[in-house]
């Protein structure tokens, strides 16, 4: 770029383009690596710094372990113990609703679990080729897995100016479309959103799931950042729950794959490749297969399995990490909140910018209203708009966030991604390096 | 139009049917086996649970001989590692003065490369700055001073990921341009499953039992021009220290290797696991790297290669921390920027694994303070299996009717077994392989779980099983014994 070997006017790179919480500066929760390290290095289990519920819980996880020692190989689809306490916790979310730990399988992420299913979806060629709807945003490393396996991607159109929502007429145009050049077999939903930050209401779940059993397609519900609510009047369900609230006909035969992982939440242990899919209504002849695919790859990493346990039994009430625990907790809780409430002053602020209500998930993701001249200069650059935004930001601010055009969006829109779950000061600072960029660049091109 | 008539077949067929059922999966996913967690340990682990429930058996305990997981076994893991691995977790325990000052170093420089200083961050996909780096460095020590390059280290999730995706890589084309993956027989059943996922064509090449499972030229050539009759064969996959065999290739027999790989423009896939699992007089380790580099520029320059490492094996040990890399070299630069992109759907190999990996590349150095008992442990750990591995070739061989090759390395005797004419039709009567038949009745009344030869791969007519010599020595002792009366008992019984 032609300001190289200019005087920079910043210290140091801002990085909010990925949904890592520790990269952001939010600390690990104590309670987590305080059993983990005991796990590593069970000697610490004869320290007296260690609290007793951390003592506890490393020793009952060690004693699943073969040989007593987290270097074994497990279960493929995950220690036994673990996809219990996974189930208890699902069966806890979902007020009841039973869930079997035979139908639950550990993998390094939820990422590498829906790639295992994508991989039992996707075959054919031409019109036999096996067509997954997916949202427009989505996020970019998901595009490249289906790539990847070979399927053919039908794109839906999230409708922005409704809050990012889920609209089933858009699904139904998408399909009938896909229909004429592939075989659509799968619906994939991210809710809450990746990067909207949209939440489905209880009905707009049942609307997708009445609409997938009409059409016979195979619901891969992608919830990783379920536990990341913070709107008003906002809640999180599952569409396990709904599905299973939805009459014996269709709660019985659709068929759901849902994903969770510890990479986002309070938890944030990205690096640590924890997750699970749970299984709804699978054919029992394709589930004997799936565990041999999953053999294959020996076993997920136990670390990631023991933060999984973790999340999926935290500290209750009377423990003694408990009251460190809800701090540390309730402390992100507020983090992103304050966070998200500094995002829409900023933006309310600041000429051809505009966002949709911040309800969940790690990300926000605004609209910019690019002029004419804007989109022209950038077209003669060969490049979109929203990248050169993103390029220009970073060389003249140090901020670094991604472009729209890398998440698919309607035609003619532009749009930003930033990570909102960083520590506040480093927030504040992201905001202002954009607003000191953003004025003068709308000016410039209006 | 066609196209309307099939969606609307696929589309009204009965509610009954699934939209997704064994008919319209992806086929390939039907041929994948993985016989080391097969059915012979399904049943295995279902035994375990009846002895739980105080079924009353012929033994007390099933031993799991089946799968190369030292730890199971008894194996301690390396206190240095463990220690680094705790300090990294748990920061906080920097302050605390148990820890020997070369841990907590270890622990700082790693935490220092990764994101918010944090191993739950994200790395990058191809891993870790610094631990490429360590990474490149040992290889280039290892190797005698050849040179590599971080840029070419990719760390992964355990090394059969690094394997899976180098496969993903090289298969292409159909029917005869279909890509043909060469591998020994017997082979570890990763590869056999991972072709067989990928829908690319396996290509055995035998090796020699009667020459202690040594790999001819001839044989290799003999299989290659068969399969180039009905595919494109563009990979040549070797095991070295072997699994199941054990076998530790000659420096001449690498070398062969190599120029048969250039000769017959052949991607070399170098799995090396085991390369510090070396116990016979006479053996030795040598990569595939600095051979390749040793013979000089017509070749080093040329041949493709990907080397595999892992901390699974060795004297680590560590299966469950899936920690692994793979050093690729002369891969086209526009092929390696796929690879780049490749890997990066996965967003990153575990960051433990990562740290673990970092670790075993950079042990303790002579003069620092856990030196010694590293080296105490790690000698302990090295020279056990090679006590180990000496009595089961001598135990197995004082049976009649079984014969056990020298192990030389790895972690497996892979002993050939004679079975009677009566329990041959027996089995395939049950339509079980006669080996599988055997073992099952092994486990039934020994409670010992072995892997049926079938499983790896074998000569027709020839049987085999697969066991590990990692059981602590006395209950190593035990089992041989065991399976010295078993055997007997069987021949007997099936006369």
Known sequence: ?446 | ASHEILNYMMHTLPLRGKVLTVDTMNANVKKVDYAVRGPIVQRAVQIEKELKEGVKKPFEEVIKANIGDAHAMGQRPITFFRQVMALCTYPQLLDDNKFPEDAKNRARRILQSCGGNSIGAYTTSQGIDCVRHDVANYIQRRDGGIPSDPDNIYLTTGASDGIVTILKLLTAGEGRTRTGVMISIPQYPLYSASIAELGAVQINYYLNEEKCWSLDISELQRSLHAAREHCNPRVLCIINPGNPTGQVQSRQCIEDVIRFAAKENLFLMADEVYQDNVYAEGCEFHSFKKVLFEMGPEYSSKVELASFHSTSKCYMGECGFRGGYMEVINMDPEVKAQLTKLVSVRLCPPAPGQALMDLVVNSPQPGEPSYQTFMKERTAVLSALAEKAKLTEEILNTVPGISCNPVQGAMYSFPRITLPERAINEAKAKGQAPDMFYCMKLLEETGICLVPGSGFGQREGTYHFRMTILPPTDKLKIMLNKLKEFHQKFTQQYS
Request: contains cysteine.
């Open chain 1, 1 to 446: 770029m032609d300001r190289l070997g200019e005087r920079r006017n910043y210290n140091e790179v801002l990085d909010l383009s990925s949904g890592d919480l520790h990269r952001g500066g939010i600390k690990p929760i104590t309670f987590v690596r305080q059993v983990l390290a005991a796990c590593f290095y069970p000697a610490l289990l004869e320290d007296d710094s260690l609290p007793l519920d951390v003592k506890q819980r490393a020793e009952s996880l060690l004693r699943e372990c073969d040989g007593g020692s987290i270097g074994s190989y497990t279960e493929s689809s995950g220690i036994a113990k673990i996809k219990h306490c996974v189930s208890q916790f699902i069966t806890r979310r979902d007020g009841g609703v039973p869930s079997s730990p035979d139908n639950i399988f550990i993998k390094s992420g939820s990422q590498t679990a829906l790639m295992i299913m994508l991989k039992l979806l996707i075959s054919g060629k031409d019109l036999c080729q096996t067509g997954v709807l997916i949202p427009v945003p989505t996020y970019a490393s998901f595009t490249l897995a289906l790539e990847e396996q070979g399927a053919a991607i039908i794109p839906y159109h999230l409708c922005e100016e409704q809050g990012w929502t889920l609209q089933v007429e858009e699904l139904r145009k998408a399909l009938h479309t896909g229909r004429k050049t592939c075989n659509p077999v799968a619906l994939y939903i991210c809710n809450p959103g990746n990067p909207t930050g949209h939440i489905q209401s209880r009905k707009s779940i049942e609307e997708v799931i009445r609409f997938a059993a009409e059409e016979r397609l195979f619901i891969l519900a992608d919830e990783v950042y379920q536990s990341c609510v913070y709107g008003d009047d906002t809640e999180f369900y599952s569409y396990k729950k709904v599905l299973s609230e939805m009459g014996s006909t269709i709660c019985s035969t659709v068929e759901l794959a849902s994903f969770n992982s510890v990479s986002k939440g309070f938890m944030g242990e990205c690096g640590l490749r924890g997750g699970y899919m749970e299984l709804v209504n699978l054919d029992p002849a394709v589930k004997e297969y799936a565990s041999r695919l999953f053999s294959t790859r020996s076993c997920p990493p136990v670390v990631g399995q023991i933060a999984l346990d973790l999340m999926a039994g935290p500290p209750k009430p009377g423990d003694p990490s408990f009251p460190t625990f809800s701090e540390e907790v309730q402390a992100i809780k507020n983090t992103i909140c304050k966070n998200t409430g500094r995002i829409q002053e900023v933006f309310a602020e600041l000429p051809g910018i505009s966002c949709q209500p911040l309800k969940a998930g790690f990300f926000v993701f605004p609209c910019l209203h690019f002029s004419l001249k804007a989109i022209q200069w950038a077209k003669k650059r060969q490049m979109e708009p929203d990248m050169l935004y993103c390029l220009r930001l970073l060389e003249e601010t140090g901020l670094h966030v991604r472009p729209g055009c890398e998440y698919g969006q309607r035609k003619d829109s532009h749009h930003i991604r930033l990570f909102v779950a960083t520590q506040e000061n480093i927030m504040e600072d992201a905001l202002q390096r954009l607003k000191t960029f953003h004025t003068p660049f709308m000016k410039e091109f209006s």
